[in-house]
């Protein structure tokens, strides 16, 4: 089978851009990642295009050329740009295309997200009591967690400063100032043992990759990032997971990220020990900890000494989220993925500028967490 490598990177910047739609957003991403590839639009002959709040993303070829590329739309919760370029990839492996691209894009008003319970299949009485919250959800999870682990207060604040200070580094995140540790434990709790700036917010932002043949990459690029593997997985069924109205009484069953993370290092021929930087789905400073295990880089509890020795800053031995992450960046939905495989683009590329990490990396490793259980893993390499 012929192997995927992405050739070019785009990232609107995220934030709050009054007054400009998510499908310009989207197509500035795209011109970037065109121009980073050195194509034109007309080259692609084909894609995949994922949004939350966008009914039709595909008609985003109205901005770039109307050249009748298949270009299919796409969604699958936080999951949607880590789907869209597993789907750019699989068009390529199979050699549907011998060029593609993956969009993804999103404009979500402030606050956090609301819907009927229904829209998830969850019963009324969810949402009539107060439970039909990402946010309460997450509060719960990491309090349970940090129960059982011993992680402290202070690592949910380290987290949450490590993931600012590198948007500080980062010109196209949306917060840019740092925050010390003390100043994120004195923010107030919004649903404990989470604070104020412990949680990520749904914003505005688009980014773009472009694939070709690995056999065909030297006609645009001395520095192709091959895609090792990609996996997604839902959850089974006891799994304690966002949106579950109940599980089982018993033995808790594995998150679909331990699942989807299994898959992908198996597919890439790889282990967690040779990972060299990483994006995980920090939602809140307590789904970065606890993703750590989740995805095979740490054992459960092994995160309250790893983060206290720095191991995860930039100059640590396992950085992640070195772009700022959720926290520093936001969240629009149809793009976070892709803004995780675009910072790891440039990572391995040496390309970083003032955030890119020591020596010379070789592996990265991207992850996506969403309700109401779905999970999406894409590892890369030089």
Known sequence: MTEAVIIGAGLHPFGRFPGKSALDMGADAVRLALADAGVNWPHIQGGYIGSYEVANPDAIVSRLGLTGVPLRG??????????????????????EHDLAIAIGLDKHPRGAFA???????????????????????????????????????????????????????????WRRTPLSVAE??????????????????????????????????????GQPVRIR?????????????????SFPVGEIVV??????????????????????????????????????????LCKDGEQERLIAEGTTEIG???????DGGLLGNGEPIGASGLRQIHEIVHQLRGTAGDRQIPGTPRVGYTHLYGAPGVSAVTILST
């Open 74 to 95: 796409v969604f699958n919760g936080c999951a949607t740009a880590g789907t869209a370029v597993a789907l750019a990839a699989r068009a390529i492996e199979t050699g």
């Open 115 to 173: 819907a009927d319970p229904s829209v998830a299949g969850i019963p009324s009485w969810y949402g009539q009591t107060g439970l039909f919250l990402t946010t309460h959800f997450f509060g719960m999870k990491i309090n349970r967690y940090m129960h059982d682990h011993g992680i402290s207060h202070e690592t949910l604040a380290r987290v949450a400063a490590k993931n600012f200070g590198n948007a500080a580094r980062n010109e196209k995140a």
């Open 184 to 221: 994120i434990l004195a923010s107030p709790v919004l649903n404990y043992p989470l604070r104020q700036f412990m949680y990520c917010g749904p914003d505005e932002g688009a980014a773009a990759l472009v694939l070709c043949r690995a056999d065909q990459a030297h006609k645009y690029t």
């Open 229 to 245: 593997s990609t996996a997604l997985r839902s959850r089974r069924l006891g799994a304690f997971e966002v949106q579950s109205p």
């Open 255 to 296: 998150s679909p990220t331990v699942d989807a993370s299994r898959e992908a290092y198996e597919r890439a021929g790889i282990g967690p020990e040779d990972v060299d930087v990483a994006q995980l789905q920090d939602t809140d400073a307590g789904s970065e900890i606890i993703h750590m295990a989740e995805n095979g």
């Open 316 to 322: 640590g031995r396992l950085p992640v989220n070195t």
